[in-house]
């Protein structure tokens, strides 16, 4: 008896600490497939694409809606979403998070502060900075293919993995860099862009992130070179002008592999970071080069042109990241503390001044794996 | 017909004697006038044995419980034509007739007058001669039975066609067909103070466990009740745990079921007009083990066996699950399905809860109703049901599709463990409460409510999960999976501990 009681009084307990209580019927719920802030002073401007069902049943079809409303909060802003669409809103199915650039350079932290800690929204909600557009704007746009700007941008990211031109951030990776001493936040950009008459969102460029404010911009080719020193890149294609028969050609690549490290070394008192990235790449397109593809000198004289191409780029982005004081999105004040901490305390308060003149050596060994099936190029006879 | 029975007890206890008396006469009139009183069912043959010394005798038996003809042409012929020893008296002429005129099998004397009438209503002749207080039963059965065909709740593709039928004897014969051994015991006890009902307890003596077999039949014994009917009696007065629904007896039609599992150390019981025998113990995995497993090759038996525990978590838990995850953690189905979902129960007047419960019932009641019908009037209604009911409450937005998928593959997955469907609809009905109530935490807390209850059951002593929770390899090898007869080389640990070893081959089986 005495131990019913008690397996009873236990389970009563649980129960009543496990949040289950809050029963719902589905048909009740309006599912918000996107968020986004625009501003956040004098009030905050919250926006939702919210998806609604037209029909019933198998007739059933979904269509995107956009509401937006002010408040003195994130979350008097939702309860004021919830009075506009007059239906209970579901949020966890929501897949991205977009602030304005408005927000970002003010700091994003007021912005995602009740997201982060609510239960509301997902922790893995992508999260996007747009550029040259409003949130509200964004969310208007017209996708080709979805029925929502939020999946649209969910099926990009998706994509990444064959087109890395970004660096994709989940809110809890967000959180956590900037969360972290030695490394700053970058986040990638939505943009609008036409596509006949209509304009279509796509996903370009990197903001750079001092602490929660957004510092900079990275342009879609300094982003790829980012992702590229970051290791994502572990395919994607690139155009690149190379000298061949006398002449630049716009030659194709597809990168087939890439190991890339970061370190920091100390050569007595001088810190000095360095770059190897090793590339394996396959040269997919010439145009109407007229090139012996199976010349192995000509393939080595491609291949030094490669290193030094990706060596100079990786050097302009470098000085670019290291012009903005106190931001360090490759994370060099991280590798130090991991690898050198009394080093790291005695200079953790001179960080910003030691990043801005660090000394960076940058190995590239780009080497052409393939040059596809036949080793020629297309004989044309007149 | 219990009127009947009643005026018989009445009159019975008026009988003066327990025993017969040596007049024939006197004889006559207690079965006439006492034991088979108003019985018209009831055949008297008086006859003479011959010359030179006649005696008056008679033959009492049941109409149509004998094979007339044999009674005829070896017990009624040889006392009419053939002269009795006029020097032999009393039970020494009983036995002069047994031993020399008579020319069946299976005879005995008795002198117990309520023996006689058990033995006459079992389908026995008994002969009554006058001058002996002793009277001579010859066992000669015989009414119509049912052939023996394979029994229709648990046909197989590959595998005896032999089922057991109603009669007790043929239903022995089956068994001890398939266990040629000494070994074999067979109990016979009698059960029902109206029915009598013959029941046999059957085993093997070198595997059985000790005790086993009389807690069996003490437990047989203790049953005080008017009738037998069906060895479901039996089940429901001996069980462990009665109000509990899960079994813990198993009961099967088939003679090779019921061999296999007195060949693990079980215990069978048979009882007279039924064709279903009890076997005990119990454990919960036998409800995942089908006779098909051992007779097809061990890979394809373990996926049809791993394929049962997980129709039965589907047909247990898809309701509850369903319901949890709809109305209160949405957040943990797909995007687009949750988006069907909404939308499929857009125009449903009623709850989730009300929506499942309704649906649940609305197939019981189908099931029920196209089992009780003539088979083609069965398989329209189950048509009719499943396919133009379901479409039609869908098109009436009386049900979302989605709870009809869920239905359908419920009431499928079902049918896949037949010895669990009931239980399963309980099971079933618990957890989609508690899922209603607490959502995905009361439908876990209801299912481990259900493991606990499993694990605290036993059956004749065994535990319930034994051979489940002991994780020993060589019990383990027939739960989940059915492991290759040449690795099962042991019995199971608990039922068949006094003698484990069933296999001696220590390669895999004759292979060169």
């Known amino acids: 008896m005495k131990k019913f009681a008690s397996f009873t009084v236990l389970m009563l307990i649980t129960m009543a600490f496990t949040g289950c209580w809050d029963y719902k019927e589905l048909e009740l719920l309006d599912f918000v497939y996107g ?5 956040i002073d004098p009030e905050f401007t919250l926006i939702a694409e919210i998806m609604k069902s037209v029909g019933a049943g198998q007739d059933a079809d979904f269509q995107s809606v956009v509401l937006s409303t002010k408040g003195r909060s994130v979350s008097s802003s939702g309860i004021a979403l919830q009075n506009l669409a007059a239906m209970a809103l579901f949020w966890p199915h929501a897949q991205v998070f977009v602030v304005s650039e408005e927000v970002a350079r003010s700091g994003v ?5 009740f997201l982060i800690r609510g239960a509301d929204l997902r922790s893995s909600v992508y999260f996007f900075v747009c550029r040259d557009c409003t949130v509200e704007e964004l969310f208007q746009s017209a996708p080709v293919f979805e029925a929502s700007v939020s999946q649209h941008l969910a099926n990009l990211v998706r994509l990444h993995e064959d087109t890395p031109i970004f660096f994709p951030q989940q809110m809890w990776e967000f959180t956590r860099t ?12 939505v943009k609008l862009v036409q596509n006949g008459d209509d304009e279509v969102a796509v996903i370009r460029g990197t903001a750079i992130f001092n602490t929660d404010y957004m510092v900079d911009w990275l342009n879609e080719e300094e982003s790829e070179i980012f992702c590229l020193i970051k290791g994502l890149k572990h395919r994607g294609r690139f155009v690149m002008d190379t000298l061949v028969d006398g002449q630049d050609i716009p030659l194709t690549y597809e990168i087939r592999g890439n190991q890339a490290k970061t370190k920091i070394d100390l050569i007595g008192q001088q810190i000095k970071g360095v770059i190897d990235i090793s590339l394996q790449l396959d040269l997919i397109e010439i145009q109407n080069a007229k090139i012996d593809l199976l010349d192995p000198q000509l393939i080595l004289f491609v291949e030094a042109q490669l290193n030094a191409a990706f060596t100079r780029r990786i050097r302009e982005l470098l000085v670019k990241l290291q012009g903005n004081k106190n931001c360090d999105p490759i994370g060099w004040g991280q590798l130090l503390k991991q690898n050198h901490k009394e080093v790291w305390r005695e200079n953790m308060s001179d960080w910003c001044c030691i990043l801005a003149d660090l000394d960076v050596e940058i190995n590239v060994e780009a080497k052409i794996t393939s040059t596809g099936v036949t080793g020629k190029s297309t004989p044309v006879r007149y | 017909m219990f009127f009947r029975k009643r005026k018989q007890r009445v009159d019975n206890s008026q009988i003066s004697t327990e025993h017969l008396s040596k007049s024939l006469q006197e004889n006559i009139r207690i079965f006439k006038e006492s034991l088979f009183h108003g019985d018209e069912a009831i055949v008297y043959r008086e006859f003479r044995t011959a010359a030179p010394k006649p005696r008056d005798c008679i033959i009492i038996c049941a109409e149509n419980m004998v094979t007339h003809q044999y009674i005829s042409e070896f017990v009624l012929r040889p006392m009419m034509v053939r002269s009795i020893s006029s ?21 005995e004397e008795q002198g117990d007058l309520m023996t006689l009438a058990d033995a006459v209503y079992n389908g026995a002749s008994i002969i009554l001669v006058n001058g002996c207080n002793k009277a001579i039963v010859v066992e000669a059965e015989g009414w119509e039975t049912r052939s023996i065909s394979e029994p229709k709740s648990e046909q197989v593709i590959r595998g005896p066609r032999q089922g057991f039928v109603e009669e007790l004897a043929i239903n022995l014969t089956l068994v001890r067909r398939k266990l040629k051994s000494t070994s074999f015991k067979v109990k016979n006890l009698q059960v029902g103070t109206e029915s009598k009902t013959r029941v046999a307890v059957i085993y093997l003596e070198d595997v059985v466990q000790e005790g086993l077999v009389q807690n069996v039949i003490d437990k047989i014994k203790g049953i005080q ?3 037998i009917l069906d060895s479901g009696y039996i089940e429901e007065l001996i069980k462990d745990s009665p109000n509990n629904p899960l079994p813990t007896i198993g009961n099967t039609e088939r003679p090779d079921v019921v061999a296999a599992r007195i060949l693990e150390g079980r215990v069978a019981v048979l009882v007279d007009g039924t064709p279903f025998a009890l076997t005990m113990p119990y454990l919960f995995m036998e409800a995942f083990q089908a006779n098909e497993d051992y007779f097809s090759h061990w890979i394809p038996g373990s996926f049809h066996r791993s394929l049962r525990y997980i129709c039965f978590a589907i047909t247990t838990i898809t309701p509850a699950l369903y319901l949890s995850l709809g109305s209160y953690d949405p957040q943990l189905l797909p995007t687009k399905l949750v988006l069907a979902m909404a939308a499929s129960r857009k125009l449903v007047p009623f709850p989730a809860l009300i929506e499942v419960l309704a649906m649940g019932l609305v197939f019981e009641i189908l099931r029920e109703g196209g ?10 209604m189950s048509i009719v049901g499943a396919i133009v009911l379901g479409d039609a409450a ?15 593959i419920t009431a499928v997955s079902g049918f896949v463990i037949p010895d669990l469907y009931d239980t399963a609809v309980i099971a079933r009905l618990t957890l989609v409460l508690m899922a209603s109530l607490f959502g995905i935490y009361g439908m876990l807390l209801g299912i481990m409510g259900m493991v606990l209850l499993l694990a605290s059951m036993h059956s004749f002593g065994v535990p319930y999960l034994s051979s489940l929770a002991s994780f020993g390899a060589q019990n ?12 099962m080389r042991l019995r199971p640990q608990f039922i068949g501990s006094k003698n484990r070893k069933r296999l001696n081959n220590k390669d895999k089986g004759n292979q060169s």
């Open chain 2, 394 to 408: 869908v098109r009436a937005n009386l049900v979302s599709a989605p709870m009809i998928v869920v239905v359908a």
């Open chain 1, 35 to 39: 968020v986004g802030v625009d501003s």
């Open chain 1, 109 to 113: 932290l007021p912005a995602i502060e």
């Open chain 2, 87 to 107: 020097k032999s008296k009393n039970e020494s002429l009983i036995r002069y007739i047994m031993e020399n005129v008579i020319q069946t099998d299976r005879i």
């Open chain 1, 178 to 189: 900037i969360s972290k001493q030695g490394i700053s936040a970058t986040l990638p950009t």
């Open chain 2, 225 to 227: 009740i008017d009738g």
């Open chain 2, 476 to 487: 383990m090898k027939d739960t989940a999976i059915r492991a290759p007869w040449w690795s």
């Open chain 2, 371 to 380: 089992l009780r019908l003539p088979q083609p009037v069965g398989e329209a």
